[in-house]
C-alpha cells in the first residue's frame, strides 16, 4: 500500500496508476456505499484485488471509514490525495495506505518539462526554452501541457483550467484576482491582501492554502504560478480589472510597492531614464536604488539615508546607491554591488527591484575584463533565485553574454532562445535587447551576415526608445556592429551619441573607453583607417590620463585595448610590426578578449606582404581560437590551405593570394579545389560558408581588399 501527494495538476493519477500498475487488476473506487459494500465485503486472501482510492480529499467520511475498515481486514489500499489533511477519517486511512511507502509529486525540472514536450509535440526545447517553461509553470506537468498544446500567453487550455479550478474554491476567487493583478509587486502582508481583496483578514491564510491545494500558487511562497496569474488577468473584464486596481490602489503597503513596480515594468522595458525618474518618486529605498540607473544615464545622483523597514533591505539600498555614485570608476563600485547582491540573498524582503546588484555587478565586472566575477555573480543569482522569478531570464541572458565574452560559444548558444520564451511580452524590452545583442555578438564570430542584419533590424526599434545605458555598452558595441556590417552603421549612430553624452556627464574613462573601442571595431569593418587612428588615439589619450592615479591598477583591460588600437589602425593602413602585434594580442587575450586577439593577429596577418610573418600571424590567431571552446574540433584543412582559407574570406583574388604567399595562382587554385573536395562544398556560396565554420572566422564581407572583422 501506498500513498501518492501532490497538489491538483502535480501527476497524482499518473504517479498513482505507475505504482500500482504492478499490483494487477485494480478496482478503481466511486463514492457510491451501495456499491463499496460489495467491494470492500469481500474476504481478503493472497490474490485481493487493490483498491485504488484517487482523490481520496474528495471522499466523504463516512466512505473513507469504510475503507480504512477494510484495509484494517486487509483489503490493499493505495491513494492519492492533496498534501494537507483536513478530515480525521482521511487521517486514519492515509496513516494505514502509507505503510509501504509515500510518493512525492515534487515539480518538474527543466530535463523532464523537455521530454514531456516532445512526447506531446514530436519537438524537444531547447535548455533555455525548457528553463523558461519550468519557470511559467513552476514545473507542474497539467500547467505544462495546457502551455505547449495552444498558442499565445494564455491558450485556451490553460484559461480553461484555471477557470474551472477557481470555479470550485468561489471563496478565494477574489484573492486570486488581487495575486494575478499585482503578481510583479510580491507578497504582501496578509491584512493589506485582505482590504485590497475585501475579505476578512482571518480568512486570507485558509484561501492561500486552498490555491495551493489547487495548484495555483508558486510552491514556498505566496505568488500565483506565473502562467495562473496571466490567465486569471486575462479572465478579467475592464470593468472587473478597475476594480482591481482601485482597492490596490487604496492599500497604503500594496500603493507604494505599486510605485516601485511601474519603475521596474520601465526598467524591463528598457527604459532606464524613465524607470530611474519614477524611482526618485518611490520613497527613500526607490531614490537609492534609482542611484546606479542615473549615473548610467547621465543624471546626478541624489543623497539619501537607508529607509525604514527590513534592515537588510536597507543596508542592500544603500550599497546599490553608494555603488552608483562611483560608477565612474567600475572597479571600486564593483566591491560594493557584490555586498548588495550578498544583502540581497539574505533579506527577507521581496520588494520588486528595477534590476538585481548581481546583474548591475555582472555588466560592471565584463566592462572592467573581470569575467571570473561576472559569471560567479550571475550562477549565484541562477541558484539562489535572487531578485525573483522576474529576474530569472535576466540572469540567464546575462550568464550567456559572459560566455560569448570569453569565447565559450556554445554555452552561449545554450543560454540564449531564438524564438523567445513563454509569455514574452513587448514590456521585456530589457532582456529582448540582451538576447539580441547575444545574437549578434554569436553571428559576427560566426560570420553569419545575414543573421547580423536581423539582429540590428530587430534592435532598431528598441533603441528608439531609450533602451541602452552605459551599463550596456559593451553589449551595444555587438549592434553597432551588425549595423555597420548590414551597411546601417548611420542608422546607429544616435545611439552612440547618446552613450557618449551619458560617459560625458559621469566622467567615466573606462566608459569613454568601451566606446571608443567600439568606434575602432566599426572602423575596421568599413577599412577606415582615417577613423581607426582617431579611435586608438583616444584610447592612448584615457590610458594616459590613468597613469599614476589608483584607478591605474584597475586599467589593464583599457592598457590592452589602447595597444591593440594602434596596431589594428597600422594593420589597416598597411603597417604591421609583428612582435607588436603578437604582444598586443597577447595582452588581449590576457584581460579575457580572445576572440579580439584572434581577429587582431589573423587580419594583421592578412595585411603584411610578409609571408613568413604573415604565416606567424595567422598561426598566433589559430592558436587564439584553439583556446575556446568554438574551435575544439580540428580544422580538416592544412595549415597552408588554412592559410588560403583565410585569405580568400578576405575577399582576395587567387593572383593576390599567390602574391602574398608567394606561390603562382595556378598553386593557389589546385588548394582551392582540393580544400572544396575536403569541406565537401558545391559551390561557391557552400565553399565560402564551410570555410566560416571549419575555420571559425568571423569573415563575411566578400568584397576584394576588405578584412572582415
Given at each position: 500500500?501506498?500513498?501518492?501527494?501532490?497538489?491538483?495538476?502535480?501527476?497524482?493519477?499518473?504517479?498513482?496508476?505507475?505504482?500500482?500498475?504492478?499490483?494487477?487488476?485494480?478496482?478503481?473506487?466511486?463514492?457510491?456505499?451501495?456499491?463499496?459494500?460489495?467491494?470492500?465485503?469481500?474476504?481478503?486472501?493472497?490474490?485481493?484485488?487493490?483498491?485504488?482510492?484517487?482523490?481520496?480529499?474528495?471522499?466523504?467520511?463516512?466512505?473513507?471509514?469504510?475503507?480504512?475498515?477494510?484495509?484494517?481486514?486487509?483489503?490493499?489500499?493505495?491513494?492519492?490525495?492533496?498534501?494537507?489533511?483536513?478530515?480525521?477519517?482521511?487521517?486514519?486511512?492515509?496513516?494505514?495506505?502509507?505503510?509501504?511507502?509515500?510518493?512525492?509529486?515534487?515539480?518538474?525540472?527543466?530535463?523532464?518539462?523537455?521530454?514531456?514536450?516532445?512526447?506531446?509535440?514530436?519537438?524537444?526545447?531547447?535548455?533555455?526554452?525548457?528553463?523558461?517553461?519550468?519557470?511559467?509553470?513552476?514545473?507542474?506537468?497539467?500547467?505544462v501541457v495546457a502551455l505547449v498544446d495552444g498558442a499565445g500567453p494564455v491558450?485556451?487550455?490553460?484559461?480553461?483550467?484555471?477557470q474551472r479550478a477557481l470555479a470550485r474554491l468561489p471563496r478565494a476567487v477574489?484573492?486570486?484576482?488581487?495575486?494575478?493583478?499585482?503578481?510583479?509587486?510580491?507578497?504582501?502582508?496578509?491584512?493589506?491582501?485582505?482590504?485590497?481583496?475585501?475579505?476578512?483578514?482571518?480568512?486570507?491564510?485558509?484561501?492561500?492554502?486552498?490555491?495551493?491545494?489547487?495548484?495555483?500558487?508558486?510552491?514556498?511562497?505566496?505568488?500565483?504560478?506565473?502562467?495562473?496569474?496571466?490567465?486569471?488577468?486575462?479572465?478579467?473584464?475592464?470593468?472587473?480589472?478597475?476594480?482591481?486596481?482601485?482597492?490596490?490602489?487604496?492599500?497604503?503597503?500594496?500603493?507604494?510597492?505599486?510605485?516601485?513596480?511601474?519603475?521596474?515594468?520601465?526598467?524591463?522595458?528598457?527604459?532606464?531614464?524613465?524607470?530611474?525618474?519614477?524611482?526618485?518618486?518611490?520613497?527613500?529605498?526607490?531614490?537609492?536604488?534609482?542611484?546606479?540607473?542615473?549615473?548610467?544615464?547621465?543624471?546626478?545622483?541624489?543623497?539619501?539615508?537607508?529607509?525604514?523597514?527590513?534592515?537588510?533591505?536597507?543596508?542592500?539600498?544603500?550599497?546599490?546607491?553608494?555603488?552608483?555614485?562611483?560608477?565612474?570608476?567600475?572597479?571600486?563600485?564593483?566591491?560594493?554591488?557584490?555586498?548588495?547582491?550578498?544583502?540581497?540573498?539574505?533579506?527577507?524582503?521581496?520588494?520588486?527591484?528595477?534590476?538585481?546588484?548581481?546583474?548591475?555587478?555582472?555588466?560592471?565586472?565584463?566592462?572592467?575584463?573581470?569575467?571570473?566575477?561576472?559569471?560567479?555573480?550571475?550562477?549565484?543569482?541562477?541558484?539562489?533565485?535572487?531578485?525573483?522569478?522576474?529576474?530569472?531570464?535576466?540572469?540567464?541572458?546575462?550568464?550567456?553574454?559572459?560566455?560569448?565574452?570569453?569565447?565559450?560559444?556554445?554555452?552561449?548558444?545554450?543560454?540564449?532562445?531564438?524564438?523567445?520564451?513563454?509569455?514574452?511580452?513587448?514590456?521585456?524590452?530589457?532582456?529582448?535587447?540582451?538576447?539580441?545583442?547575444?545574437?549578434?555578438?554569436?553571428?559576427?564570430?560566426?560570420?553569419?551576415?545575414?543573421?547580423?542584419?536581423?539582429?540590428?533590424?530587430?534592435?532598431?526599434?528598441?533603441?528608439?526608445?531609450?533602451?541602452?545605458?552605459?551599463?550596456?555598452?559593451?553589449?551595444?558595441?555587438?549592434?553597432?556592429?551588425?549595423?555597420?556590417?548590414?551597411?546601417?552603421?548611420?542608422?546607429?549612430?544616435?545611439?552612440?551619441?547618446?552613450?557618449?553624452?551619458?560617459?560625458?556627464?559621469?566622467?567615466?574613462?573606462?566608459?569613454?573607453?568601451?566606446?571608443?573601442?567600439?568606434?575602432?571595431?566599426?572602423?575596421?569593418?568599413?577599412?577606415?583607417?582615417?577613423?581607426?587612428?582617431?579611435?586608438?588615439?583616444?584610447?592612448?589619450?584615457?590610458?594616459?590620463?590613468?597613469?599614476?592615479?589608483?584607478?591605474?591598477?584597475?586599467?589593464?583591460?583599457?592598457?590592452?585595448?589602447?595597444?591593440?588600437?594602434?596596431?589594428?589602425?597600422?594593420?589597416?593602413?598597411?603597417?604591421?610590426?609583428?612582435?607588436?602585434?603578437?604582444?598586443?594580442?597577447?595582452?588581449?587575450?590576457?584581460?579575457?578578449?580572445?576572440?579580439?586577439?584572434?581577429?587582431?593577429?589573423?587580419?594583421?596577418?592578412?595585411?603584411?606582404?610578409?609571408?613568413?610573418?604573415?604565416?606567424?600571424?595567422?598561426?598566433?590567431?589559430?592558436?587564439?581560437?584553439?583556446?575556446?571552446?568554438?574551435?575544439?574540433?580540428?580544422?580538416?584543412?592544412?595549415?597552408?590551405?588554412?592559410?588560403?582559407?583565410?585569405?580568400?574570406?578576405?575577399?582576395?583574388?587567387?593572383?593576390?593570394?599567390?602574391?602574398?604567399?608567394?606561390?603562382?595562382?595556378?598553386?593557389?587554385?589546385?588548394?582551392?579545389?582540393?580544400?572544396?573536395?575536403?569541406?565537401?562544398?558545391?559551390?561557391?556560396?557552400?565553399?565560402?560558408?564551410?570555410?566560416?565554420?571549419?575555420?571559425?572566422?568571423?569573415?563575411?564581407?566578400?568584397?576584394?581588399?576588405?578584412?572582415?572583422?
Amino acid at each position: 500500500m501506498v500513498v501518492v501527494i501532490g497538489v491538483d495538476g502535480a501527476g497524482r493519477t499518473h504517479r498513482l496508476r505507475a505504482v500500482t500498475r504492478s499490483a494487477g487488476g485494480v478496482l478503481h473506487v466511486a463514492p457510491d456505499p451501495a456499491a463499496l459494500a460489495g467491494l470492500l465485503g469481500r474476504q481478503a486472501g493472497p490474490d485481493t484485488e487493490l483498491v485504488l482510492v484517487d482523490d481520496a480529499h474528495h471522499y466523504p467520511p463516512a466512505l473513507l471509514h469504510q475503507i480504512t475498515s477494510a484495509a484494517r481486514a486487509g483489503i490493499p489500499v493505495a491513494l492519492s490525495r492533496r498534501p494537507a489533511i483536513t478530515d480525521p477519517a482521511l487521517a486514519e486511512l492515509d496513516e494505514l495506505a502509507a505503510r509501504d511507502g509515500v510518493v512525492q509529486c515534487d515539480p518538474l525540472g527543466a530535463d523532464d518539462v523537455a521530454q514531456l514536450v516532445a512526447e506531446r509535440t514530436g519537438t524537444r526545447p531547447g535548455p533555455a526554452e525548457a528553463a523558461s517553461l519550468v519557470e511559467d509553470t513552476c514545473g507542474l506537468p497539467a500547467l505544462v501541457v495546457a502551455l505547449v498544446d495552444g498558442a499565445g500567453p494564455v491558450p485556451a487550455a490553460l484559461l480553461a483550467r484555471v477557470q474551472r479550478a477557481l470555479a470550485r474554491l468561489p471563496r478565494a476567487v477574489a484573492v486570486a484576482r488581487v495575486l494575478a493583478v499585482a503578481h510583479d509587486l510580491g507578497p504582501f502582508p496578509h491584512a493589506g491582501l485582505a482590504e485590497a481583496a475585501g475579505v476578512a483578514p482571518d480568512v486570507v491564510a485558509a484561501e492561500l492554502r486552498a490555491l495551493h491545494e489547487a495548484g495555483l500558487l508558486a510552491p514556498g511562497g505566496e505568488r500565483l504560478v506565473p502562467a495562473v496569474a496571466r490567465a486569471v488577468a486575462a479572465d478579467l473584464t475592464r470593468g472587473e480589472r478597475h476594480e482591481v486596481d482601485r482597492a490596490l490602489s487604496g492599500v497604503p503597503a500594496i500603493r507604494t510597492r505599486s510605485t516601485l513596480h511601474a519603475a521596474v515594468a520601465l526598467a524591463r522595458s528598457g527604459r532606464t531614464a524613465r524607470a530611474a525618474r519614477e524611482l526618485e518618486d518611490a520613497g527613500t529605498t526607490g531614490r537609492l536604488l534609482a542611484v546606479p540607473l542615473l549615473a548610467a544615464t547621465g543624471v546626478a545622483s541624489p543623497g539619501g539615508t537607508a529607509p525604514a523597514g527590513d534592515p537588510l533591505q536597507g543596508r542592500l539600498a544603500l550599497r546599490v546607491a553608494e555603488a552608483g555614485r562611483l560608477l565612474a570608476e567600475p572597479a571600486r563600485a564593483l566591491p560594493l554591488l557584490i555586498e548588495a547582491a550578498e544583502e540581497l540573498d539574505r533579506s527577507t524582503d521581496e520588494a520588486p527591484l528595477p534590476d538585481t546588484p548581481h546583474a548591475l555587478g555582472a555588466l560592471v565586472a565584463s566592462a572592467v575584463g573581470d569575467r571570473a566575477t561576472a559569471r560567479r555573480l550571475v550562477e549565484d543569482a541562477l541558484s539562489a533565485g535572487s531578485g525573483g522569478p522576474g529576474h530569472t531570464r535576466r540572469h540567464r541572458l546575462l550568464a550567456g553574454w559572459i560566455a560569448l565574452r570569453g569565447g565559450r560559444y556554445d554555452e552561449a548558444r545554450a543560454l540564449t532562445a531564438p524564438g523567445g520564451w513563454s509569455g514574452d511580452t513587448a514590456h521585456d524590452g530589457r532582456d529582448v535587447l540582451l538576447s539580441v545583442c547575444l545574437r549578434a555578438g554569436l553571428a559576427r564570430r560566426s560570420g553569419d551576415v545575414a543573421a547580423a542584419r536581423a539582429a540590428w533590424s530587430d534592435a532598431e526599434h528598441l533603441l528608439a526608445r531609450e533602451a541602452i545605458d552605459l551599463l550596456h555598452a559593451e553589449c551595444v558595441e555587438e549592434l553597432v556592429v551588425a549595423a555597420a556590417r548590414a551597411g546601417s552603421v548611420g542608422r546607429a549612430d544616435g545611439v552612440r551619441a547618446t552613450l557618449r553624452e551619458y560617459a560625458a556627464v559621469l566622467g567615466g574613462a573606462p566608459w569613454t573607453a568601451l566606446l571608443a573601442w567600439t568606434d575602432l571595431q566599426v572602423a575596421v569593418v568599413g577599412d577606415d583607417p582615417a577613423s581607426a587612428d582617431a579611435a586608438a588615439a583616444e584610447l592612448a589619450e584615457l590610458r594616459d590620463e590613468l597613469y599614476g592615479t589608483p584607478a591605474a591598477r584597475a586599467s589593464a583591460r583599457m592598457t590592452a585595448q589602447a595597444t591593440a588600437a594602434r596596431c589594428w589602425a597600422n594593420a589597416l593602413a598597411g603597417r604591421v610590426d609583428g612582435d607588436e602585434v603578437a604582444s598586443a594580442a597577447d595582452g588581449l587575450g590576457a584581460v579575457g578578449l580572445p576572440w579580439e586577439a584572434s581577429r587582431l593577429a589573423g587580419q594583421a596577418g592578412v595585411r603584411t606582404p610578409d609571408a613568413a610573418l604573415a604565416r606567424r600571424l595567422l598561426e598566433r590567431a589559430r592558436e587564439f581560437r584553439q583556446g575556446s571552446e568554438q574551435s575544439a574540433r580540428r580544422s580538416v584543412l592544412s595549415e597552408r590551405e588554412t592559410e588560403v582559407g583565410r585569405l580568400v574570406l578576405a575577399g582576395r583574388t587567387h593572383r593576390e593570394i599567390g602574391a602574398q604567399l608567394f606561390v603562382s595562382p595556378k598553386t593557389v587554385e589546385h588548394h582551392v579545389a582540393r580544400m572544396r573536395t575536403r569541406l565537401g562544398a558545391s559551390t561557391r556560396a557552400e565553399f565560402l560558408a564551410a570555410l566560416r565554420e571549419d575555420l571559425g572566422a568571423g569573415h563575411g564581407d566578400q568584397r576584394a581588399g576588405t578584412i572582415p572583422p
